[in-house]
Every structure is written in C-alpha cells, then in structure tokens.
C-alpha cells in the first residue's frame, strides 16, 4: 500500500476555493487515490476517486498529473459546513483495506 | 435504506471486561469492515468480512475478534479491555471489487475505565 503525505492543516474563509495536495509517491500500477471527509464524532464519507487526469462530481473535484505521484482535492466555494478533517488514500479497490493517515484539518473561517 | 448502523451508541465498561459491538451493513453490501478510531487520530483497520470469514487484518491483538452473519452483518468482540481500548470503533460496508468506497456507520464510542 502506497503512503501518502498530506498537511496537517488547511485555514480557509466562506466561498473560497480551496485546494488538498496529497504526495504518492510509491503508487502502484492498480492503485486509485480516494478521499475521504470526516466531521467530529461521525464516520468517514466518501467525497472521490480517481485514477489519472481529472474527476469531478456535485462535492469536489480531483486532479491527477500524469505521474500520479501527487493528487488534489478541490473544493469549490467552501461554506463553514465544510469544516472537517479530509483524508487522502490510495490503493487497490480489489484487495486493499482502508490505510487512513491523520489527514488535513481545514477550517473554514467565515 | 437506513445505511449502515451501529449499536450501541456508546458503552461504558472496567477493565479486563468484554463487550461486543454491532454493524448493520448498508443494503446490498457484501463486505465489512471495523476500524479503531483513537481522539484526534485516522481510522485504524482492525479486520474485514466477506462471506463470513476474515479476509484482512490489521495489526491488532487476538483480543479483537469478529463474526459475520449470512446478512451480512457482523460483530466486534473485544476480551479482557485495557484502558487504551477506549475508542471510537466505526464499522463500514462495501462491495467486493469496490473496497475503496466504503460507506461508514455513525460508530460506538466505547470508554474503559
């Protein structure tokens, strides 16, 4: 399973937009990078999964460079609601486990 | 669908005692797995389910164990509890082939005093 970096902590203000940089840089051949969100007290959620270039759905985008050795989460126009701890992984969806690292805090300031 | 629940919602136990947690999987999902979540901490893998046996595990004790049920729904046991057993213990559901998504219950906030 591929270890991955992320910062502690992000800071951001109401409608901003804000961007998560994860580094993988032992990615495998089969590996996707997935993230997570996580409010205080609640299970995990997943936001979303790529494997190279770009997704996006109704929550965020991810951008994947052609190396895959770093991924970015972003966020458009965050609200306070959007104040959690997001998590960064990466694996194989056939026979990996959940590898979860302490992940990025971000605060949204208003 | 109720998505996945959890029971109890919180549990008080002494040292050296047992207890067991519950997980309801999300309709449809074949696979569960049970994470320790410590304050201020990622998730820890404890171990998956699939068809009734452990697939993966994690590197915890032998003290930590599980069941699946044919619904697909599982149990935590955890033996002789330590203080640092005191965690948040999530269960989540997935479908074979598709691991990475997994869908997350509320948890069970389990203090050993």
């Known amino acids: 399973l591929a270890k991955t970096t992320q910062p502690i902590s992000m800071d951001s203000y109401e409608g901003q937009e804000v961007n998560i940089t994860c580094s993988h840089n032992?990615?495998?051949?089969?590996?996707?990078i997935t993230w997570y969100q996580q409010f205080p007290s609640q299970g995990p959620r997943f936001i979303i999964q790529?494997?190279?270039t770009k997704v996006t759905n109704e929550v965020a985008s991810l951008f994947i460079p052609a190396d895959r050795k770093s991924s970015t989460l972003s966020l458009p126009r965050v609200s306070l609601s959007d104040t959690a701890v997001y998590y960064c992984l990466v694996g194989d969806g056939n026979t990996d486990k959940l590898i979860f690292g302490t992940g990025t805090r971000l605060q949204v300031f208003p | 669908d109720a998505g996945v629940t959890q029971s109890p919602t919180h549990l008080i136990k002494t040292r050296g005692q047992q207890v067991t947690l519950r997980c309801s999987p999300k309709s449809g999902h074949d696979t569960v797995s049970w994470y320790q979540q410590a304050l201020g901490q990622g998730p820890q893998f404890i171990f998956q389910y699939y068809e009734e046996e452990e697939r993966q595990r994690g590197n915890f004790p032998d003290r930590f164990s599980g069941h699946q049920f044919p619904n697909y729904s599982s149990e935590l046991n955890v033996n002789a509890l330590l203080l640092g057993d005191s965690a948040l213990y999530l269960c989540?559901?997935?479908?074979?082939?598709?691991?990475?998504?997994?869908?997350f219950g509320p948890g069970t906030r389990l203090t050993v005093l």
């Open positions: 032992n990615i495998a051949t089969n590996d996707y």
């Open positions: 790529g494997y190279k």
């Open positions: 989540a559901s997935s479908l074979e082939g598709r691991l990475l998504e997994q869908f």
